[in-house]
């Protein structure tokens, strides 16, 4: 889990934004893995909750594919979809910051709450594990690369959670 309040939201428009996020996510294996020359895909899901269990208000997704240039030491985020965008020679936290603020959902969709929880989790594709096993027969090689596969995936992924917000109180740009 990540540092509480590394979050902040505005308003731009009709749409919620998240800004000057604090969300650290280039680590671990995933960065090992950009630093070997591969690429790497996000996942990204950002949910408006009533309440940090309650029902679900909205929910939005996007992923990037990030890159990382060996010569300069920079990075290259795109996002994936109908309309890419593409952006080169950033910092990590400056790649990170990217993606965080490229998230948005309609402000309209929160209106029914008078308060609610922003969540944003994050996985990172996991690209260097072998295809699932078929269950034909149990070995006990097989199981160690089961259980060590999850402990990879775990490294992948994460969340942050901000609220209770009022968008009201919500600066806009």
Partial sequence: ????????????????????SRVHFLVGEALTRLRDGATVRYTFQLTAKT???????????????????????????????????????????????????????????????PSFWLRLDYRAEDSSAPPAPDNSGSTLSGLVDIFSRRARSEQLRGFDEIGPLRLDSLKKK
């Fill in 51 to 113: 309440d940090k269990g309650g029902r679900v208000l909205s929910r939005a997704d996007q992923q990037f594919a990030i890159s990382y240039d060996l010569w300069e030491e920079k990075f290259a985020v795109k996002t994936m979809g109908p309309s890419t965008r593409s952006i080169s020679h950033l910092s990590a936290a400056a790649a990170e910051a990217w993606c965080v603020e490229k998230l948005s959902m309609p402000v309209g969709e929160l209106n029914s709450s």
């Fill in 1 to 20: 889990m990540l540092l509480a309040q590394s979050l902040n939201a505005r308003i731009e428009g009709d749409q919620l934004r998240l800004v000057n």
